[in-house]
């Protein structure tokens, strides 16, 4: 965040300087009018410049390098007909010639619409694409079922989809009803508030205070533990949590500082992270179905991409480039 301070005092200097370049420069035009008014004018300058200030001090969120993205898939890995063959689930998806994904578009970071070409790009959206490039030799031969936290697990015991890419966190409890290939991707919790909040500076804070969840995440759990005193508030999803914190019905929202993160740098200036992260480690898996011989077939896909880079720039691309961290994570160790 100390990146986004320094650009807001930058422009709001800028534009200081900038206006009282303007003001010099009309100094003919003023000796014309009478002091008053020209102490008015100038008022109404500056208050005008202030306001258009404020509106520029928020950086512009960093859009993804779609010709990078793009360009990343095409050239991505495709499976041989013997390892397809070797796995029911692969050669499933194979003869209908189609990937069906359960997963979101609204994920700015890992799963986001864009409406200009109906392009989905991010993290998430990057690997079923590769993943669908991987089985049927084209990347773009998928179909998006939207989920959110409560219906990942109806999707695919329903075999409405053949796999889910959605921030997934691995737990026990899923993996009665489902199972993950991964984990490729691992973050933990942290606590989101509006910004110049300061009376939350993190969990320890949250004893007494109304907070946000997504029901069907492993929040309310993670809160049962860390903040017992808190009052726990349960949303369907992200874009709910977020509302109620910013219409003040909730003090704070607490999920994977991953999704938080996500939410700052589409919304720069709306909120903060309070504290540091908490929690044991998430990890982020591949929903399939219960005892899919997909799993292995999955994985043995991830582990391609990771020994050969395209994990890593993947990674850069969707997030690193965006959000301005630049050492590339280590791929977590595959199950």
Do not use: H
Request: charge should be negative; glycine fraction near 8%; aromatic fraction near 8%.
């Amino acid at each position: 965040m100390r990146n986004l301070k320094w650009l807001k005092k930058s422009t709001a200097l800028l534009l200081t300087i900038a206006l009282a370049g303007s003001l010099a420069a009309c100094g003919s035009k003023a000796d014309e009018a009478p002091a008053a008014e020209t102490t008015q004018e100038t008022e109404a300058a500056a208050e005008e410049t202030t306001e258009d200030a404020a509106a520029a001090e928020e950086p512009v969120a960093a859009e993804i390098d779609k010709d990078a993205f793009d360009a990343l898939l095409a050239e991505g890995i495709v499976a041989d007909d013997a390892d397809i063959a070797a796995s029911e689930w692969a050669t499933a998806v194979k003869e209908a010639g189609v990937l069906r994904v359960g997963g979101t578009r609204t994920s700015f970071l890992f799963s986001q619409l864009d409406e200009t070409d109906n392009g989905i790009r991010g993290f998430d959206a990057g690997l079923y694409q590769l993943l669908a490039r991987y089985i049927l030799g084209d990347e773009s031969k998928y179909e998006l079922t939207q989920v959110d936290s409560s219906t990942r697990e109806s999707v695919l015991t329903s075999d409405q989809v053949d796999a889910v890419f959605a921030t997934y966190s691995i737990t026990d409890a899923r993996k009665e009803v489902i199972s993950f290939a991964g984990p490729y991707y691992t973050s933990k919790q942290a606590v989101l508030v509006k910004a110049g909040n300061t009376d939350i500076t993190g969990v320890d804070d949250l004893a007494g205070k109304i907070v946000a969840t997504q029901s069907g995440s492993t929040g309310p759990d993670i809160l049962a533990e860390y903040a017992p005193e808190a009052t726990v508030q349960e949303f369907a999803n992200d874009q709910e949590a977020r509302t109620a914190l910013e219409q003040g019905r909730v003090d704070a929202y607490v999920t994977d500082y991953t999704l938080l993160l996500n939410a700052i740098v589409k919304n720069p200036g709306v909120y903060e992270i309070a504290g540091d992260t908490f929690g044991p480690e998430d990890n982020y898996g591949i929903g399939l179905p219960l005892d899919s011989d997909g799993v292995a077939f999955v994985n043995d896909f991830l582990k391609k991409i990771e020994d050969n880079g395209t994990w890593a720039q993947l990674w850069k691309i969707s997030l690193g480039d965006r959000t301005g961290i630049e050492t590339v994570p280590e791929a977590p160790v595959i199950e």
